[in-house]
C-alpha cells in the first residue's frame, strides 16, 4: 500500500502516541513519533536532510517535562517556513487554538482524538500523493 503521506507526532502520553499510530495507519500515513518538542525538532531536521519530510507535524501544546508545542513550532518554522503544523490540546482557551493563523499554523486539533476529525485534518492538509 502507497503511503498518503508522513506525518510526525508529538506527545509526552505514551497511550496517545500509541492509539494515534494505530489511527493513522489504519487511515494510510507513514508516522513518526517524538516524546517532547526538542526530539520533534531533530527528527524534523533529520528527515528533511535525508530528502524525506514530513507532511504534517502534529504538536502536543503542553509537555511538563520538556519542549511544549509553542516553542517548537517557532523553532520548526524557522527551519521551514512553509512548515504544516497543527497545534493538539486538551485544553481551549490557549490563544495558539483560538487563533492558530497568527502563531503561524495550519490548524488545532482537540484531545480527545475523534478518528473523523483526525481524518478531516489529514484529508485536508495533505495534498493526495501521486503515484
Do not use: C, H, W
Not at 502536543?60 to 503544523?85: C, F, H, T, Y
Not at 490557549?94 to 478518528?115: C, E, N, Q, W
Not at 485534518?121 to 500523493?129: D, G
Amino acid at each position: 500500500m502507497t503511503s498518503k503521506g508522513k506525518v510526525l507526532l508529538m506527545d509526552d502520553e505514551q497511550v496517545i502516541l500509541d492509539v494515534t499510530n494505530e489511527v493513522l495507519k489504519f487511515l494510510g500515513y507513514e508516522v513518526m513519533f517524538a516524546r517532547d518538542g526538542a526530539a520533534a525538532i531533530e527528527l524534523y531536521r533529520r528527515e528533511r536532510e535525508k530528502g524525506n519530510p514530513f507532511d504534517l507535524v502534529i504538536l502536543d501544546l503542553s509537555v511538563p517535562d520538556g519542549m511544549g508545542g509553542k516553542e517548537a513550532s517557532e523553532k520548526l518554522r524557522a527551519l521551514n517556513p512553509d512548515a504544516r503544523i497543527v497545534i493538539s490540546s486538551g485544553f481551549t482557551n490557549d490563544p495558539m487554538l483560538t487563533d492558530y493563523a497568527s502563531f503561524g499554523l495550519s490548524g488545532v486539533l482537540a484531545k480527545p482524538y475523534r478518528i473523523t476529525e483526525i481524518k478531516a485534518l489529514l484529508e485536508t492538509m495533505i495534498p493526495p500523493q501521486r503515484t
